[in-house]
């Protein structure tokens, strides 16, 4: 089965910006639906924007506009431009992947998606 693994995360000061990574260890890499998911503690997990395969990108509301999603699938890697940072947007960022299912028309619940990564922590201070 497929690995992810994230990268990218650190801490900045509210306004900065970030561009987190995520690197499938099995290649070829086409799987349907990326996404990525973040959870603040003692929160749950929300979605942030996903990418289906044909390009399709969905965004939640409270990043829609300072983050960009992108895929790469020839390197196996997923991004995430995050900008003009928050300090609401600290909290572990997790990449997922649907490989069989679309996320065309929509960010996907998290039980939708099966292979997940390990995190990298976010830190916006103000």
């Known amino acids: 089965q497929v690995q992810l693994e994230e990268s990218g995360g650190g801490s900045v000061q509210s306004g900065g910006s970030l561009r987190l990574s995520c690197t499938a260890s099995?290649?070829?890499?086409?799987?349907?639906?990326q996404a990525w998911f973040r959870q603040a503690p003692g929160k749950e997990r929300e979605g942030v924007a996903s990418i289906n395969s044909d390009g399709a990108a969905h965004y939640g509301n409270s990043v829609n506009g300072r983050f960009t999603i992108s895929r790469d699938d020839s390197k196996s890697t997923l991004f995430l431009e995050m900008t003009n940072l928050k300090p609401e947007d600290t909290g572990t960022y997790y990449c997922a992947i649907d490989p069989r299912r679309s996320c065309q028309f929509g960010l996907p619940p998290s039980s939708r998606l099966s292979v997940w990564g390990r995190g990298t922590q976010v830190t916006v201070s103000s």
């Open positions: 099995k290649d070829p890499y086409n799987a349907r639906c």
